[in-house]
């Protein structure tokens, strides 16, 4: 795909289906670039010699546009984009709905209207597109109602109803944009393209987008790793319920809705998410700013008591910041300039009748102090303040300090004065406390993202082979699940596991329990058997005079859960010490957009319940290993709580590396469990093994 400037940066636009209709697309969109655009705006329309007073052409040929919106009825959509694509117009703007999101015989045009792109290397927008925007040029292809103010945040939104309300809000919430894009279906252009070209653009200061899907999590993870080095992305996902969830056959895969990939793959992207539309756009006015913190540290200053115990509670609340604790030095320079009654440690109280000196002045020792690397500064109205003169004073003393600053503009109308200076001079302002500290933790996690690097996995040597061997036979089985008779492809991974076989005889078992030990664990091996203990399948501490009885009555479950299971012998493994250790669990999923990925987390049989599990894309290196074991609420327990001591946690590290890379080498793994990894301070043994195999994809 060539570059985009074009369509954010046309000379010559074309208005294929510009009409004069009352309350048409075409006659909507056309009064928009007429009113404000740089360039020309050539009206397409062979049956008119004017549209609105402006000269028409009949064809785009004739136009010579460097741009193309088309309007025209969604029948005659595919014949203007050729029509472009012969006439070597590169970007093109399809506002026509009736494709994808109408059913059979829409779904069948947009496929020809990608095919067409493809042939002629387009630039396509939409179909079902708003439009696009861009503000240094005036331009606004939309049908929307008005041009939103100029500002660096650029913003591309899969919902065109949700531009018309974002840009009519912007105005009053002092939000400026540089372009805007209505994804629509997305049949060519989609996030990743747009979010490569902001990366590139040096006017985009914050590129925010709402996004419903993303077509290819890993190639928008590639472009948005690119952009974030310099420009922060902030996304609000939607539709977060899943329906895919319920078909799994794993405890990862009933766990692993569309939303952990979604986190995992925008996190792997180092995107910001945001939770809500107000987040999104609290935390790109945030960023827009341009200034990140420093350090963590908060200053709060107030001239009222409780909003600034307020602010100080969401500081506390937020992962990224702390209340900054002043240096001596601050605090005698402090006590020095403000009245007795004023509380000089953060949060500082410059009381109720602080004229804006005093103001100034708080702020000022709180911002030099070098254990302050953003501030809070918290208004409520008061007879004493000049708010235009407070909005000032705040910008000036961020500015000479280059510390990012939080206005939390407590009241209505009184405070508008300060709200138009500081939306001028690009300070974000809010009512809540808890929103201005949110839009300052954007800031903060903005600068982790930033100082990352992705350094590539360590590789795994594996017996590849083998593994190929062992997935391959499932295709001589009325089934697509392996369990833990294929346990050797834990082995060829490198991954530990106990000792121990599955065996079909009596015999078998207990010579295999003789070479174990005095006690072994015995478990029925039966495809048609997901949940062992379930069904009384596992047997923990058989004696090994007693592995003759077990085995037997091992069938007899089976055979009395469900008489036609298939069953392939009994497991006979090594026993572990759970009093020791800890069961966790390691697990992997595909996801339709993000491939595979993988999860760590509380093991055991009660996974779904805890649900205490975090996913990554796989495959990861140990350094990212070792964040998922940091990551889960029960990670207390693997450092050893309670005089216990710490597990291995290296040897855990190890073993989620391990099974990542298993399952990005082989995509025929849909998913996989390895439930419990017990965890000991000696070491990890995987005891238990399920996965289900694609056989499609056997063969790559
Ligand atoms: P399933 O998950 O199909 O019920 P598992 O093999 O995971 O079967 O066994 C269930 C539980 O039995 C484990 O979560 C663990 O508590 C215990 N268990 C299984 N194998 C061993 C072993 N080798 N040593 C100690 N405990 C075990
Ligand atoms: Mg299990």
Redesign the pocket.
């Known amino acids: 795909m060539s570059t985009l400037a074009g369509l954010f940066a046309p000379d010559r636009v074309a208005v294929v289906g510009a009409t004069e209709r009352e309350g048409s697309v075409g006659r909507a969109v056309t009064e928009n670039l007429l009113d404000r655009f740089d360039g020309a705006v050539i009206p397409v329309n062979p049956k008119r010699e004017t549209v609105l007073g402006t000269p028409c052409v009949a064809s785009v040929a004739e136009a010579d546009p460097d741009m193309a919106v088309v309007a025209v009825p969604p029948g005659a959509v595919l014949d203007v984009v050729r029509e472009c694509g012969e006439a070597g117009v590169q970007n093109v703007v399809v506002l026509t709905a009736g494709f994808g999101e109408t059913g059979a015989e829409g779904a069948d045009r947009e496929r020809q209207l990608r095919g067409v792109a493809a042939e002629y290397d387009l630039n396509v927008v939409g179909p079902n597109s708003l439009g696009v925007m861009s503000s240094p040029v005036g331009l606004n292809a939309t049908f929307g109602p008005d041009a939103p103010p100029e500002g660096g945040v650029s913003f591309m939104s899969q919902s065109g109803a949700f531009v018309t309300a974002v840009v009519d809000w912007a105005a009053d919430a002092g939000l400026g944009f540089k372009d805007v894009v209505s994804l629509g279906n997305k049949a060519v252009l989609d996030e990743t393209d747009f979010v490569r070209a902001w990366g590139n653009d040096p006017d985009t200061d914050v590129v925010v987008g709402y996004l419903e899907s993303i077509v290819d999590g890993r190639a928008f993870v590639d472009a948005a790793r690119e952009t974030t080095d310099d420009t922060p992305v902030v996304v609000v996902k939607s539709g977060r319920t899943d329906a895919g969830a319920q078909a799994a056959s794993s405890h990862t895969g009933a766990i692993a809705g569309s939303d952990r990939a979604y986190e995992a793959g925008l996190d792997a992207a180092g995107v910001l998410r945001a939770e809500s539309v107000q987040e999104l756009f609290d935390a790109a006015r945030a960023l827009a700013g341009g200034d990140v913190p420093e350090s963590n540290g908060v200053a709060v200053v107030t001239n009222a008591g409780g909003p600034g115990v307020m602010a100080t509670d969401a500081v506390g609340d937020a992962e990224r910041l702390s209340l900054a604790s002043f240096t001596d030095e601050t605090v005698d320079r402090l006590a020095e300039e403000l009245p007795d009654e004023a509380n000089v440690y953060n949060p500082v109280d410059v009381i109720g009748d602080a004229p804006v000196e005093r103001f100034r002045t708080a702020i000022d020792i709180a911002l030099e102090d070098p254990n302050v690397g953003a501030a809070v500064v918290i208004t409520a109205p008061t007879a004493t303040l000049d708010f235009g003169e407070l909005g000032e004073a705040i910008a000036e003393s961020t500015d000479d300090h280059g510390v990012p600053t939080a206005a939390c503009l407590m009241g209505g109308g009184r405070l508008e004065d300060a709200r138009q200076v500081l939306r001028e001079r690009g300070i974000p302002s809010y009512f809540d406390p808890a929103r201005a500290v949110g839009g300052l933790e954007s800031l903060a996690e903005y600068r982790e993202v930033r100082g990352r690097s992705y350094p590539d996995p360590e590789p795994v040597d594996a017996d590849r082979e083998r593994v190929r061997e062992i997935l391959e036979t499932v295709e001589d089985r009325s089934d697509n699940r392996l369990g ?1 008779e294929a346990m050797e492809i834990l082995d060829a991974y490198g991954v530990p596991t ?1 000792e121990g076989a599955v065996v079909d005889d009596p015999a078998e078992a207990q010579a295999v329990a003789e070479d174990i030990g005095e006690e072994v ?1 015995m ?1 029925i091996v039966s495809p048609d ?6 069904i009384g ?2 047997k ?1 501490g058989v004696p090994v005079d007693e592995v003759d009885d077990a085995y037997e009555d091992l069938i007899a479950r089976a055979r009395n859960y469900q008489p036609d299971a298939t069953i392939l012998g009994v497991q006979v ?4 010490d ?1 009093d020791a250790g800890v ?1 966790t669990i390691v697990g992997s999923h595909r996801d339709p957009q993000f491939g595979p990925l993988v999860m760590f987390g509380l ?3 009660f996974v779904e319940i805890m649900e205490d599990t975090t996913f990554r894309l796989a495959p990861v290196g140990s350094d990212a290993a070792k964040e998922m074991t940091e990551d889960i609420d029960a990670a207390p327990l693997l450092r050893g709580a309670r005089g216990r001591d710490p597990v291995d946690i290296d040897g855990v590290t190890d073993a989620v590396r391990r099974v990542s890379q298993l399952v990005a080498d082989f995509p025929s793994i849909v998913e996989l469990d390895v ?2 990894l ?1 965890a000991t301070p000696d070491g990890v ?1 995987a ?2 093994l ?1 996965l289900t195999v694609d056989p499609e994809e056997l063969e790559q």
């Open positions: 833990v106990p664990v478990k058997i997901l949940h062992k203990s379930d399948g596992v923990v493994q090594e026993m572990l759970l069961e093991g055991g049989v439930n419990p017990v043994r005891v238990d399920r």
